[in-house]
């Protein structure tokens, strides 16, 4: 892990907590194997996940005969024979997507049926949740709370693997507490994209939903929110403005940037004065920046270079007195 210094390393005393915040690993399973142990490393009291945690590509693995397989990824067909295969399944869940081994006849009727293909990989994202979920129970110190939310790429139907499993906490639309000192509540919502993500809403939707949720706070000055699209206009929000074909638009040899947050969750912000704000959504603008007295952090994502990216932040009481971003 490399260890980028942005205040004091130093844990802070009891009467505070020390939290680890990542997100947006698009199911690169690598990546959360290093979450969970950074969270052991850095000795933190939380390690929260943001959202978009899952996958967007199922990858067929089809057998064509006695101990050979077939499948297209990277735009190019591969060959592999059996002893070959857990190799392959391990590297393309490292780069965030599913492999799925299935038979000529399968993979025949997944082609032609949408619906199919469609259940075939929603059962894949909430086995490969579930297998994650397990395998923090077993690797996660049982001090160390474990917070996952959701991103607007998530499917709605995986929602009930966070509230059933019993090593997850899940907070969308509900108030939990770190370590009974600091309440929290995740927001999987954001303002619409381009994409059509399954969880987009107007910025007046997002508004009254974030509003909602903050009604249920009791101590606003101990207050951390992981709100996945970031504030609009914040620094960290910018991301490639894209052409009709939703390709990055280039000038004098440089990626176009916008700021592309959202406006409802700016004004939340600047209204409440939470006392931190997890942000993501963005993967290329990482950074922090304070809006009145609230910290806002998005760790930006490298997912598919199966790089960890994460902010590790010490509170105490009503003040954040240390954050360093790492990352490795």
């Known amino acids: 892990m490399r260890l980028s210094f942005l205040g004091r390393k130093k844990k802070s005393e009891k009467k505070g907590i020390r939290i680890l915040y990542t997100t947006d690993l698009h199911g690169a399973e690598i990546v959360w194997r290093k979450s969970l142990s950074a969270a052991k490393i850095y000795n933190v009291d ?21 101990g050979k397989y077939e499948y297209y990824f990277m735009k190019k067909i591969h060959h592999i024979t059996q002893s070959e295969l857990q190799k392959v ?8 997507y599913y492999p799925y081994v299935t038979n000529e006849d399968e993979y025949r009727e997944l082609a032609e049926n949408k619906d199919k293909l469609d259940e075939v990989f929603l059962q894949v994202m909430k086995d490969t949740l579930v297998r994650w979920l397990d395998l ?20 709605l139907e995986l929602d009930e693997v966070l509230v059933n499993h019993p090593r997850a906490e899940y907070s969308e639309g509900r108030v939990i507490y770190i370590k009974d ?7 999987s919502w954001v303002n619409p994209t381009p994409w059509d993500s399954p969880r987009e809403e107007s910025e007046e939707e997002l508004y009254k939903r974030l509003n909602k949720y903050w009604s249920m706070i009791k101590d606003p000055r101990r207050t951390v929110l992981e709100i996945h699209a970031p504030p609009f206009q914040s620094t960290i929000d910018e991301a490639p403005l894209l052409d009709e074909n939703f390709n990055p638009v280039v000038r004098s040899g ?16 600047k209204e409440k004065q939470p006392l931190l704000v997890l942000s993501g959504h ?10 009145g007295k609230t910290w806002v952090v998005n760790p930006g994502s490298e997912y598919s270079e199966a ?9 105490d009481d009503t003040e954040i007195k240390a954050m360093n971003r790492i990352e490795g």
């Open 89 to 96: 399944i391990d590297e393309i869940y490292n780069m965030g």
């Open 254 to 269: 440089r990626v176009v940037k916008i700021p592309v947050g959202s406006k409802a969750v700016k004004k939340f912000i």
């Open 181 to 187: 000192k600091y309440e929290f509540f995740g927001c």
């Open 307 to 315: 790089i960890f990216k994460g902010f590790l932040i010490d509170i």
């Open 136 to 155: 923090a129970n077993d690797r996660l110190p049982d001090n160390i709370q474990l917070i996952v939310t959701m991103g607007n790429d998530d499917r």
């Open 282 to 291: 963005i993967h290329e603008s990482p950074g922090s920046v304070k809006i």
């Open 46 to 66: 939380a390690l929260i996940v943001g959202g978009d945690i899952t996958g967007k590509m199922l990858i067929p693995i089809v057998k064509v005969g006695e």
